[in-house]
């Protein structure tokens, strides 16, 4: 029987990057993995993961019916799995209406839970969603915003609560009895040999510093851009322009004024002093 470690962010804050760079590391090849083949899938919320393991069509089912099955789908998922298991998810840390961790403890090894400075992932969103910015400032502020939450179709993946940017980061750090390890969007910029190296090791796989620095390697923006260019990116929304489109820290200062970003900061100000987004002075950071 294996366990989950679950690579957790908010959309648009270093999850595919994270899962292009481990990868490549498991992989270990002489060139870069193709993205349309990354590990670290299918996401938690994929519907067809959920119809496979339940054997019921979730589009038979209700909201509430979906939440109450799905801690179900990750245990039997990880007591399948000889191996321990690497998932992407998006889903703020919430239970199901009966109160169950929606992603089940039983199955959990721990989380390597990503976080990026909101007035970017603001910008990035925005991008990604082909949506104004002025709809996403209050989808990051919302405490009941959720994710592929459309009526209007039917999506390949369930609906994820996300909650406001703070909640869902609040979610994930500060559970009970989860075993965290908290990494920045900007230190895996800054840094990269210490971010990365930090997730190998919590993942409990075998650490190699040439190993390390190839796969950062093979990982970069430049790659990832250019692969996208000449074969396209399955996760890419479909009215989107690009899935990578910058990857830069501090992008929001080209996109956003002064009223928009005061409007985030305000909103999120406690969670952003936490780490670091602000300093002393309320002063923003990256």
């Not at 990494?183 to 993942?203: I, L, N, Q, T």
Request: aromatic content about 10%; charged content about 25%; glycine content about 6%.
């Amino acid at each position: 029987m294996g366990k989950i470690y679950w690579i957790a962010s908010y959309p648009k804050s270093g999850n595919t990057w994270t899962r292009t760079f481990l990868t490549n590391y498991w992989r270990n090849l002489d060139q870069p993995v193709d993205i349309n083949e990354l590990e670290g899938g299918p996401i938690a919320s994929a519907r067809e993961l959920f119809d496979e393991s339940v054997g019921i069509e979730s589009s038979d089912l209700t909201s509430a019916e979906i939440e109450r099955l799905r801690p179900r789908v990750y245990r039997e998922v990880a007591e399948n799995s000889p191996e321990n298991l690497y998932l992407k998810v998006h889903d703020a840390y919430t239970c199901t209406p009966d109160g169950i961790p929606l992603l089940s403890k039983e199955a959990t090894a721990g989380a390597i839970y990503l976080i990026r400075n909101p007035l970017d992932v603001l910008v990035s969103f925005a991008h990604h969603s082909a949506r104004p910015v002025e709809k996403m400032i209050h989808a990051l502020n919302d405490p009941n915003y959720a994710f592929v939450n459309s009526p209007n179709r039917m999506h390949n993946q369930l609906v994820q609560k996300l909650l406001t940017w703070s909640g869902h980061v609040l979610s994930w750090v500060d559970e009970p009895g989860l075993n965290v390890l908290v990494v920045r969007y900007e230190d895996m910029h800054r840094d990269p040999e210490s971010a990365f190296g930090a997730m190998v090791r919590f993942a409990g796989l075998d650490f190699d510093e040439d190993r390390l620095r190839k796969a950062i390697r093979f990982s970069s923006f430049d790659v990832l851009q250019s692969q996208e260019q000449e074969h396209g990116f399955g996760e890419k929304m479909p009215f989107s322009e690009s899935f990578f489109r910058k990857g830069k820290i501090g992008s929001w200062r080209e996109q956003l004024s002064d009223e928009q970003a005061a409007e985030i900061v305000s909103g999120q100000r406690a969670v952003m002093r936490r780490f670091g987004y602000l300093d002393e002075q309320d002063q923003i950071v990256f």
